[in-house]
């Protein structure tokens, strides 16, 4: 059974941090899989926000250039998100998946809330 698990997410202050987490079990495979983190706020779209090669290379939307950092740990089957100096415009609810399955739409797990206030 293929699972994605986030978690780490909370409420948090403009300006703050938070770590985003997202285990995968099952047929996943984070080391032989482009993992990514996509966002949806609340009446908008879900969208791309940062994207991990299995050779760590990675790319960020341009409104979190510079404050999220994604990264991967192979050995634990897990993906971070590091988000530093969060905005209001953050708030939403961040979900993990491979590149593959985010592109036809399998395999979502439940997200992460992540809320900024201001």
């Known amino acids: 059974q293929v699972q994605l698990v986030e978690s780490g997410g909370g409420l948090v202050q403009a300006g703050g941090s938070l770590r985003l987490s997202c285990a995968a079990s099952g047929s996943i495979f984070i080391s032989i899989n482009t993992m990514v983190w996509y966002r949806q706020a609340p009446g908008k779209q879900r969208e791309l926000v940062a994207s991990i090669t299995t050779g760590s290379t990675t790319n960020y939307a341009d409104s979190v250039k510079g404050r999220f950092t994604i990264s991967r740990d192979n050995a634990k089957n897990t993906v971070y998100l590091q988000m530093n100096s969060l905005k209001p415009e953050d708030t939403g609810v961040y979900y993990c998946?491979?590149?593959?399955?985010?592109?036809?739409?399998?395999?979502w797990g439940q997200g992460t809330q992540v809320t900024v206030s201001s």
């Open positions: 998946n491979t590149l593959r399955y985010a592109g036809i739409g399998r395999y």
